[in-house]
């Protein structure tokens, strides 16, 4: 069994960064972060492989969150910068045995999710 607990959200203005932690126990492989705002269906954001060396991000972020992770801490990051007020929702970590997806039902385990609002 793996249990995540994400960490970091908050509310910042628009231009500004957040960085949010997925502490995970438990055997996990590749790791993902999902976003789900008010009225709207969870999305992709980015994953990663279980060395770090492959990831992979939604268009909506590319060039602007990186995705990160500590093995050695059992740790995923999302380092986000240039926030949006269209980026604001909540955001899940997830962990999947397998390699990357980037379709939510493709994960085994999901954290509690962690608030990230970002005003205009």
């Known amino acids: 069994q793996v249990h995540l607990v994400e960490s970091g959200g908050g509310l910042v203005q628009a231009g500004g960064s957040l960085r949010l932690s997925c502490a995970a126990s438990?055997?996990?492989?590749?790791m993902g972060w999902f976003r789900q705002a008010p009225g709207k269906e969870r999305e992709f954001v980015a994953a990663?492989?279980?060395?770090?060396?492959?990831?992979y991000y939604d268009d909506s972020v590319k060039g602007r969150f990186t995705i990160s992770r500590d093995n050695a801490k059992n740790t995923v990051y999302l380092q986000m910068n240039s926030l949006k007020p269209e980026d604001t929702a909540v955001y899940y970590c997830?962990?999947?045995?397998?390699?990357?997806?980037?379709?939510?039902?493709?994960?085994?385990?999901w954290g509690q999710g962690t608030q990230v609002t970002v005003s205009s």
């Open positions: 438990g055997r996990t492989r590749s």
């Open positions: 990663i492989s279980w060395s770090g060396g492959s990831t």
């Open positions: 997830a962990a999947r045995t397998t390699t990357m997806a980037v379709t939510a039902a493709n994960y085994d385990y």
